[in-house]
C-alpha cells in the first residue's frame, strides 16, 4: 500500500516517456486512478474491433424504434430529415472533444470518467463522485432488452403484455452480459459477428427502400409523404428537444471505442479510436438516413407517427404481407438489440471499474479485480442487477422512451462539464509548459457539442403541444428525476467527504493497492488528526468499505 502521489510522480513520468516516443507530451494534471503499466484485462482491442463496438452499439434499438416518436414530435417529414442530419454533426463535435482528451491519457480505459477526473480535479472528488453515483445508477441496458422483447414476442405472433415483456427482457440481458462477464474475447467476437449481421440487415432495408421508389413494390404512391415535406412542421422547444433526444440515442455509441481505449492494441490507441469513430460515424449517418427515407417511402405519415416502437416491422408488413418476409426484419431487430446489450456491456463495464480504481465505489478492489475470468466480473453483475430493477420497476407501457430520457438528462450535463473542461484542461497545459495535442479539436466543434447539452437542458421544460408527448405523465418527469439524482450525488459528496471528516476528525487520503493479476486500485483512507490518532492508536481507516 502506498500513497498515490507517490506512484502518480512515477507513472506520469513512465507515461511521458511512452508518449515522447509517439511523438506527444501526455501528462497527468490531476490525481485520480493509478496507471496500468500492463492492463490486467489485455490488449485484445484492434481498429476492427473498435469500429464494431461503436457500430455494435449505435446498431441498436434506436434506427428501428425512434422515427415513429420522431416524426411524432416535429411533426412533418422535412423536419424529420433535418434532425437525422443534425444528429451527426453534434456527434462528430463530441468525437474531436474526446480524441483530444484521448491523446492527454491514452493508458486510461473509462472515457469521460477519466476527462472529467482531469478537468475538475476541485473540489477534491466532487465531479468524480458525482460522475459515479450517476454511472452507476444509470447503467442499466433496459432499453434494448425491452425493444428485444417487443420484437421477439411479434415474431411468434404472441401478444405483447408487460409480465412477457419484462421475463423475456430479464432473460436476454442475462445471457447478453454472460459473454462479457466469461470472456474478453468471445465477447468482442460476438459484437463483430452481431454488427456484421446488423450492418446487412440495414443495406438490405436500403435496397428495399429503392425498390420502393423505383415502383418495384405494391406500394402505389412511394412519394407521397415527400410532397410539401415541412407541412405540419412544430416550433415547440419541448417537441424540438424530444426529437433530438431520440435522434441522439440512435447514434449513442460513437464513443464506445473510447471506453476501451487502454486495451488497444496497435502504436498509437488514440489514432485508432478516433479513426474507429469516425468511420462507424459516417456509415451509420448514411445509413440512417436512407432507412428513414426507406420508412417514408413505404409507410403512410400519420401510421409512422402511430408506430411507436414497431416502425420497422410495419415497414415489412406493408411491403411484403404478413408472410414469411413480415418475420424476418423482426428477426434482425431482435439480434440488433443482442449485439447492442453485448457491446454497451463491454464498454459501460469499464467506465465502472475504472470509478472503482478511483476508490468511489464500496469494495473497490473487488470492483477492479479481473478473476476469475480476466474481465471486469463484478461490474458486469452490478450492471445486471441494475438493469433487472429498472425493468422491473418502471411500467411497460412508457418504459422505453422515459428511460431513453432519464439517461440522456444527467449525461447531458457530464457532456457540457466535458466540453468547457476541456478549455479549462487546456489552459492548464499551457500553464505547466505542455505541448498542444496533435489531436486538438477545433473550437467550432467544442463549442457544437456544448450547445447540443444546453440546448437539451433547457428546452424539455416547455410544456409539448398536445397529443405530441412521448409520455403519458408529465413531460418533465425525467428533468426532475435526473435532477434528483444530480442532487443525489451532491449529498453523497457532501455526506461522506465533507460533513463526516469534520466531525470525525480525520483528513481523506488517497492510496494505491496492487491486486492479484497486476491490476491497480486507489483506495480513500481517513488520516486522523493527531489528537484523534492518538487514541486510535494512529491507524488509518478505510473512508468506504473495501475487501
Excluded at 48 to 61: D, E, K, T, Y
Excluded at 193 to 212: P, Y
Excluded at 336 to 344: D, K, P
Excluded at 479 to 508: E, K, S
Amino acid at each position: 500500500m502506498t500513497n498515490i502521489d507517490d506512484v502518480l510522480d512515477s507513472e506520469v513520468l513512465a507515461q511521458s516517456e511512452d508518449a515522447q516516443d509517439e511523438g506527444n507530451t501526455v501528462s497527468a494534471l490531476a490525481a485520480g486512478a493509478p496507471i496500468e503499466k500492463s492492463n490486467p484485462l489485455g490488449y485484445k482491442v484492434t481498429l476492427l474491433s473498435s469500429i464494431m463496438l461503436n457500430l455494435g452499439q449505435m446498431l441498436g434499438a434506436g434506427i428501428y424504434s425512434v422515427p415513429g416518436v420522431i416524426l411524432n414530435s416535429v411533426g412533418s417529414i422535412g423536419l424529420f430529415f433535418v434532425f437525422w442530419l443534425l444528429a451527426p454533426l453534434f456527434a462528430l463535435g463530441g468525437l474531436m472533444v474526446y480524441s483530444e482528451y484521448a491523446s492527454m491519457f491514452p493508458k486510461r480505459s473509462g472515457a469521460e470518467v477519466v476527462y472529467l477526473e482531469q478537468a475538475y480535479p476541485r473540489p477534491q472528488f466532487l465531479v468524480p463522485v458525482m460522475f459515479a453515483v450517476t454511472s452507476v445508477l444509470l447503467s442499466f441496458s433496459a432499453t434494448n432488452s425491452i425493444v428485444f422483447a417487443q420484437y421477439a414476442l411479434t415474431i411468434f405472433d404472441v401478444p405483447i403484455t408487460p409480465a412477457r415483456q419484462t421475463i423475456i427482457a430479464v432473460a436476454v440481458c442475462a445471457v447478453g452480459m454472460a459473454f462479457v462477464a466469461l470472456s474478453t474475447k468471445w465477447s468482442l467476437r460476438a459484437v463483430n459477428f452481431l454488427t456484421v449481421l446488423k450492418v446487412l440487415s440495414l443495406v438490405f432495408l436500403v435496397c428495399t427502400g429503392a425498390l420502393v421508389l423505383g415502383g418495384f413494390t405494391h406500394i402505389r404512391d412511394p412519394f407521397a409523404n415527400f410532397r410539401s415535406p415541412f407541412s405540419g412542421s412544430t416550433s415547440n422547444p419541448n417537441s424540438l428537444a424530444t426529437a433530438l433526444v431520440k435522434t441522439n440515442f440512435a447514434f449513442s455509441g460513437w464513443h464506445n471505442a473510447f471506453n476501451v481505449i487502454g486495451e488497444v492494441h496497435t502504436r498509437d490507441p488514440v489514432r485508432t479510436v478516433r479513426k474507429a469513430g469516425l468511420l462507424s460515424l459516417f456509415l451509420l449517418a448514411c445509413l440512417f438516413f436512407f432507412v428513414n427515407v426507406a420508412y417514408v417511402a413505404a409507410v403512410p405519415k400519420d401510421e409512422i407517427s402511430n408506430s411507436g416502437q414497431l416502425i420497422a416491422a410495419l415497414f415489412f408488413q406493408r411491403v411484403f404481407g404478413e408472410g414469411f418476409a413480415a418475420k424476418t426484419l423482426p428477426i434482425m431487430v431482435a439480434l440488433s438489440c443482442f449485439g447492442n446489450i453485448i457491446a454497451v456491456t463491454v464498454g459501460q463495464t469499464r467506465v465502472l471499474r475504472e470509478i472503482a480504481r478511483q476508490g468511489l465505489l464500496p469494495y473497490p478492489t473487488f470492483f477492479a479485480s479481473t478473476k476469475p475470468f480476466g474481465t471486469p466480473l463484478a461490474p458486469v453483475c452490478l450492471k445486471y442487477f441494475l438493469t433487472v430493477l429498472v425493468i422491473v420497476v418502471l411500467p411497460a407501457r412508457d418504459a422505453f422512451n422515459f428511460l431513453i430520457d432519464l439517461s440522456s438528462y444527467p449525461n447531458l450535463v457530464f457532456n457540457a462539464a466535458t466540453a468547457v473542461g476541456l478549455w479549462l484542461l487546456r489552459k492548464r497545459r499551457t500553464l505547466a509548459g505542455l505541448a498542444s495535442s496533435k489531436y486538438r479539436a477545433r473550437n467550432i466543434y467544442v463549442s457544437l457539442y456544448l450547445l447540443s447539452a444546453v440546448f437539451l437542458l433547457i428546452m424539455p421544460w416547455v410544456p409539448p403541444e398536445i397529443g405530441h408527448g412521448d409520455v403519458s405523465f408529465w413531460h418533465a418527469t425525467y428533468c426532475v428525476v435526473g435532477l434528483g439524482i444530480l442532487a443525489l450525488c451532491g449529498f453523497y459528496y457532501w455526506l461522506w467527504i465533507v460533513v463526516l471528516p469534520w466531525l470525525g476528525g480525520y483528513a481523506i487520503v488517497e492510496e494505491v493497492e496492487e491486486l492479484e493479476g497486476g491490476a491497480l486500485t486507489a483506495r480513500l483512507t481517513r488520516k486522523y488528526n493527531p489528537s484523534v490518532a492518538d487514541i486510535d492508536n494512529g491507524e488509518q481507516q478505510p473512508l468506504i468499505t473495501s475487501t
